[in-house]
């Protein structure tokens, strides 16, 4: 079982940054990849981007490439989402999840857990 807790949304301005944290529980983390995904009012959640349980492999949503960093500590248990540049097309929930056997993935049925989701919302 893994348990994620995710931090740092907020509310921020158009070209500002902000770093998103997920903190997951148990001594395992390092077998798992870890995704992050977003879901906007009245939309479907969306693949984000994703890091290998090394974090030697990453993979970014082309709406994000170039403008977020996925990166994770595995000594510490966390996944960062450093995210600059943001848009108001940013805005959403912002969720975590974590997939064994530790390889990528885009598709959140992948994932076999789940954190609570932080608020990003992007002003204009």
């Known amino acids: 079982q893994v348990q994620l807790v995710e931090s740092g949304g907020g509310l921020v301005q158009a070209g500002g940054s902000l770093r998103l944290s997920c903190a997951a529980s148990g001594r395992t983390f390092s077998r798992y990849a870890m995704g992050w995904f977003r879901q906007a009012p009245g939309k479907e959640r969306e693949f984000v981007a994703v890091?290998?349980?090394?974090?030697?492999?990453?993979y970014y949503a082309d709406s994000v490439k170039g403008r977020f960093n996925i990166a994770r500590d595995n000594a510490e248990n966390t996944v960062y989402l450093q995210m600059n540049n943001l848009k108001p097309e940013d805005t959403a929930v912002y969720y975590c999840?974590?997939?064994?056997?530790?390889?990528?993935?885009?598709?959140?049925?992948?994932?076999?857990?789940w954190g609570q989701g932080t608020q990003v919302t992007v002003s204009s």
């Open positions: 890091i290998n349980w090394s974090g030697g492999s990453t």
């Open positions: 999840a974590a997939k064994e056997l530790g390889g990528l993935a885009k598709g959140a049925l992948s994932y076999d857990y």
